[in-house]
């Protein structure tokens, strides 16, 4: 049995919201991403709890969880506390009393047919607006009433026969869920990303981050740089790029920034015989939050060949850069180098090792 635990200080908020850097902050005591905000600081400024009254925390209420499956970070809108467990399985709490409001299933046991989808179970959801938002590993992204726990909209990013897997955590992020999956470790697959109204459930734009046939014309800006990264016959044979929880944005530029992961295979030279960077793998991307359209990239690993993925946490914040104040992303990526990337322009700032380093030296 698994116990979500909350402690509060005598006469405050049961759970500690957070601040961060970006400009359209929610409410003080509120948690509504997996981060907080677009900012990914998962940093509050609420102040009720000080270095002098830590030590009076004290457990206000816990619940007992089913054993066997792990229990996403809560998140908080208004009143009420919200968990994911398993495959999709949402909890509704009273954040204060612990009262249990609500229980929604997904039923992704009774819906998968590719064990894929019967993977890690669910790293987060989302709230916004009085709506709980869920991505299910067979595909279906969905909007909860947060009062309810009824079912408002439901669509597919994919179909269930398609190799690939959705784990990660929605955000919302400008009224918008953006949303990507996870299959490039088994499957030759086109990586993208979603956005849809978070409203009506409706696709707004998808961004791929790899490119597709290349007998057929460009299809956008982002496949014109992406094209001539890949070589020899690999299309069909190679692919990738699958970007499942790694989404930061800042409201200011309207950018939202996306954390790229691996290819297929891992082998660069079965993948692209020929060479070659490989665009967009191990990478982030910048796109226009509206459109979905291409800005920048910056790739922390050409032509990856071990898995240094670029989905790890991208965490946005205003610096003092040899002196001046820049907007930046940090980033500590599986390659092992610590990386500092304007936000505005993608310009690399600093790339220094925080472990020991064998595949680059710099």
Not at 288 to 297: I, L, M, P, R, S
Request: include cysteine; hydrophobic fraction near 35%; aromatic fraction near 12%.
């Amino acid at each position: 049995m698994k116990l979500l635990k909350i402690f509060a200080l005598p006469a405050i908020l049961s759970l500690v919201g957070c601040d961060a850097g970006t400009h359209s902050a929610p409410d003080s005591g509120d948690w509504p991403n997996f981060g907080r905000d677009g900012s990914e600081q998962h940093y509050s400024t609420l102040e009720e709890i000080t270095t002098d009254n830590i030590g009076e925390l004290s457990l206000a209420w816990s619940y007992d969880l089913e054993s066997g499956f792990t229990v996403s970070t809560p998140v908080k809108g208004g009143d009420k506390l919200f968990t994911t467990t398993g495959n999709s399985y949402i909890r509704a709490f009273d954040a204060a009393s612990g009262e249990l409001l609500w229980e929604y299933d997904a039923k992704v046991r009774e819906t998968v047919i590719n064990p894929l989808h019967m993977t890690w179970g669910n790293k987060g959801i989302a709230w916004w607006n009085q709506r709980v938002y869920l991505s299910t590993t067979d595909g279906r992204v969905i909007a909860l009433d947060d009062k309810s726990g009824e079912q408002l909209w439901e669509t597919r990013q994919f179909e269930l026969s398609e190799i690939r897997y959705s784990n990660g955590a929605p955000r919302v992020f400008d009224g918008k869920v953006i949303i990507g999956h996870g299959g490039a470790d088994i499957s030759p697959i086109r990586g993208y990303v979603t956005a849809y109204d978070a409203m009506t459930g409706e696709q707004l734009w998808r961004f791929y981050t790899v490119p597709g046939d290349p007998s057929l014309p460009a299809e956008s800006k982002a496949e014109e740089v992406m094209r001539s990264t890949w070589k020899g016959e690999w299309f069909g044979k190679g692919g990738g790029g699958t970007a499942w929880n790694a989404f930061s944005y800042d409201d200011e530029l309207d950018l939202i920034y996306l954390g790229v992961g691996n290819g297929f295979p891992y082998n660069q030279q079965l993948r692209s015989p020929g060479g070659g960077d490989n665009l967009f793998l191990a990478s982030v991307v910048a796109i226009k939050a509206d459109t979905g359209e291409y800005v920048w990239h910056y790739q922390e690993t050409p032509a990856d060949s071990w898995d240094y993925t670029a989905t790890q946490h991208m965490v946005l914040a205003d610096i003092e850069w040899r002196g001046e104040q820049r907007s930046v992303i940090m980033q500590a990526p599986k390659n092992g180098f610590f990386f500092v990337i304007d936000r505005i322009t993608g310009e690399l700032l600093s790339a220094e090792p925080y472990v020991p380093v064998s595949w680059a030296t710099h």
